[in-house]
C-alpha cells in the first residue's frame, strides 16, 4: 500500500517532491555548517558533477582547459 502511494506521489510531484528534499538538505547544511562553509561545499559538488560529466561524455578534459584558460597558460 505505501509502494503505491509512494509511486504515485513520484509520478505526479517528482518536482515538487525533489524540489522539497534539495531545500531541506540545503537549509540543515546552512544549520550544521554555517553559510560560507555549505556554499564552500556546493561549489565543490557542483564542480565534481561538472568534471564527472565530462568524464562520463569521454570529452577531453585538457581541450576543455585550453579553451577556459588564457592562452600560453597550459602546455
Not at 1 to 12: G, P, R, V
Not at 49 to 69: M, S, T, V
Request: aromatic residues 18%.
Amino acid at each position: 500500500m505505501f509502494n503505491e502511494i509512494f509511486s504515485d506521489l513520484w509520478k505526479n510531484y517528482r518536482g515538487r517532491l525533489l524540489g522539497s528534499l534539495f531545500g531541506l538538505f540545503i537549509g540543515v547544511m546552512f544549520l550544521l555548517l554555517g553559510f560560507l562553509q555549505t556554499i564552500f561545499l556546493l561549489i565543490c559538488i557542483t564542480a565534481g558533477f561538472f568534471l564527472g560529466n565530462k568524464l562520463d561524455k569521454k570529452e577531453d578534459l585538457l581541450e576543455w582547459l585550453d579553451r577556459l584558460l588564457p592562452p600560453g597558460y597550459h602546455k
